[in-house]
């Protein structure tokens, strides 16, 4: 969502004023604005790509910075889109899907197992505690019968959370419509008088 002038230029100033502090904690978090403001600014599109693709806590920052200059919506919401669905995840699965797969996971034990003492025998619980969580996603018998009170709560407040956000987003759409048809009445008024 994009805001007006004066509320960018009040977070210029609180940028500004947290780099003259002498807090540590909000001289960084100045830096950090900062340097996303002007990160966003020079790759626009491909910018918040990289910040939605990669896995990191300034993507929140990313979205905050991107409505206060004004990057339309659209731009935005593609570039997350791309950026998390079609690189993020997949970089995910492959991580873990690697990183846990028994050729990987050898040679890691093994490794542990060379730097560690023998007697703590922190390779054979590793592995002992490995196979334990590998056979839990293997063996369907051990998934839970039926649906609990606590998950048919939890879906309930999704699909109530998901309604209410649509119906709020159709209604400030509606309203932007609104508007934009009554400025432009309004402009049309004011050329024939």
Not at 39 to 47: E, S, T
Not at 178 to 190: C, F
Request: hydrophobic share 45%; net charge positive; glycine share 6%.
């Amino acid at each position: 969502a994009r805001i007006s002038n004066s509320q960018f230029d009040e977070m210029k100033e609180e940028i500004a004023r947290d780099q003259k502090s002498q807090s540590t904690i909000l001289h960084a978090k100045a830096a950090i604005e900062n340097w996303m403001v002007d990160f966003l600014k020079r790759n626009g599109f491909m910018g918040v790509l990289l910040m939605a693709a990669w896995p990191n806590a300034f993507f929140d920052l990313c979205g905050i910075c991107c409505g206060h200059f004004g990057m339309p919506f659209w731009k935005f919401f593609g570039a997350t889109l791309i950026g998390k669905g079609f690189m993020k995840v997949p970089m995910q699965v492959f991580v873990i899907v690697t990183a846990f797969s028994d050729r990987f996971l050898k040679p890691v034990l093994h490794m542990v197992a060379s730097i560690t003492p023998e007697a703590w025998e922190v390779d054979e619980k590793l592995e002992g505690a490995l196979e334990k969580y590998k056979s839990k996603f293997k063996d369907k018998s051990i998934a839970p019968k039926g649906d609990g009170l606590l998950k048919k709560a939890w879906s309930t407040f999704l699909i109530i959370a998901i309604g209410y956000f649509i119906v709020s987003s159709m209604e400030q759409f509606a309203q932007q419509r609104s508007a934009e048809l009554a400025r432009r009445k309004k402009a049309k008024d004011v050329k024939s008088d």
